[in-house]
């Protein structure tokens, strides 16, 4: 009769081919969790901002605009000089909370105003026209390359035309 003293090279073999297997699994799921928490991060510092742009715009009773970058890394916001001049703008402040991987929709987004009522207008701003909602989308690229890779997670916001928002997972 024969004794063991271990395990056999095949039972080894297996043993290390599982723990590879769920070691890239929790790899690729970590990634996950931070990407789709850094969006999450992203879209409440924007929702923050624009609420903070309704309190200005509603506290001084004039136009506040939030206009963004071409490259989507950043957006600003600012508040007309005079009431009257709806072409005239004092800057608050510039916001850059975009990674090399975050961005949002350059290309898409238009610059809006708010006003103090909540009416959300493009700009220039045209007195005469309804008031109109604006889409955002925010987006997180996969890889650390080119803009080619494909995104990872999308959040759109809607901002309604009297000022309500709606967030969306596409």
């Known amino acids: 009769m024969r004794k063991t003293r271990g395990f056999t090279v095949v039972e080894l073999m297996i043993t290390l081919l599982v723990l590879g297997v769920l070691v890239v699994m929790v790899v690729r799921i970590g990634d996950n969790v931070t990407a789709n928490s ?15 742009a309704k309190l200005l715009a509603s506290s001084e009773n004039r136009y506040v605009a939030i206009t963004f970058s071409a490259d989507g890394r950043s957006y600003a916001l600012a508040k007309q000089t005079d009431i009257t001049d709806t072409t ?13 991987r975050t961005f949002f929709d350059g290309g898409g987004v238009a610059d809006f105003a708010i006003n103090s009522t909540g009416e959300v207008r493009p700009l220039p701003i045209d007195l005469n026209a309804a008031p109109s909602g604006v889409t955002l989308n925010f987006y997180i690229r996969k890889g650390r390359g080119t803009a080619g890779e ?8 809607q901002i309604l035309p009297y000022g309500g928002l709606k967030v969306e997972k596409k």
């Open 38 to 52: 850094r969006i999450t991060g992203l879209i409440n510092n924007f929702l923050a901002d624009y609420s903070q």
């Open 88 to 100: 005239a703008w004092t800057p608050v402040k510039t916001v850059t909370p975009f990674s090399d």
């Open 150 to 157: 494909g995104v990872a997670y999308t959040r759109t916001i």
